[in-house]
């Protein structure tokens, strides 16, 4: 009679009797439950390390680069000038004074829209919903890419309601194009301007981008 190698071991396990059988499972469960516990003990792996994140960290908590009191001063002469365009409804000059990209932007907007609903077009809000009655600075700080950041307290009167509004704060971005100063953009003093929302917000608005 032929026997398989299986065959043999087989039989030599029913000869062994239980006890053998047994004693060659718990060996096996033992073994088992030590790899379990080597792969518990490993070391987890390394965590990737986002630079990328880091580095928007890092442009966040940037401070600002310091702007000469000349600087300042000329950014926040430019924006007055600005203001008192917009207070006198002279909108030409508030034009002159509004960034070039800025007013291509507002006319992307009357495409896309029908009219020129845009914070930096004071014409369009003066003519049924509010217009600028007088103003107040109320600070003025360097930003990125050489650009300040001017704050104001401005009264308005609204159109619908013929009321006066006071005390909305504001604030507004300067930048330099070519050497001169333009009012960027407006938005509310809550919403400000970010580090990040310079860097990638305003592509070609400055001398240094």
Not at 23 to 44: E, G, I, S, Y
Not at 59 to 71: G, H, M, R, V, Y
Not at 159 to 169: F, S, W
Not at 185 to 201: C, Q
């Amino acid at each position: 009679m032929r026997f398989n190698r299986l065959s043999v071991v087989a039989l030599l396990l029913a000869s062994a009797g239980p006890s053998l059988l047994a004693t060659r499972v718990a060996r096996a469960q033992n073994a088992a439950a030590k790899d379990d516990d080597d792969d518990d003990l490993a070391p987890p792996p390394p965590k990737h390390h986002d630079d990328a994140a880091d580095k928007d960290d890092d442009d966040e908590k940037a401070p600002p680069p310091k702007l000469d009191q000349a600087s300042l001063d000329a950014a926040k002469a430019a924006l007055v000038k600005y203001l008192d365009a917009v207070k006198s409804k002279k909108w030409r000059e508030a034009r002159e004074l509004t960034h070039p990209l800025t007013l291509k932007l507002i006319e992307q907007v009357k495409k896309r829209l029908g009219e020129e609903r845009h914070s930096m077009a004071p014409w369009y809000w003066a003519k049924d919903n509010f217009y600028l009655t007088s103003y107040k600075i109320d600070g003025v700080d360097a930003a990125a890419h050489g650009s300040v950041v001017v704050k104001t307290v401005e009264d308005s009167f609204q159109v619908q309601e013929k009321g006066e509004y006071q005390g909305e704060k504001a604030a507004y971005l300067v930048g330099k194009k070519n050497g001169r100063w333009f009012v960027i953009d407006k938005k509310s003093e809550a919403d400000g301007f970010t580090n990040d929302s310079l860097n990638y917000g305003y592509p070609g608005y400055f001398d240094d981008k």
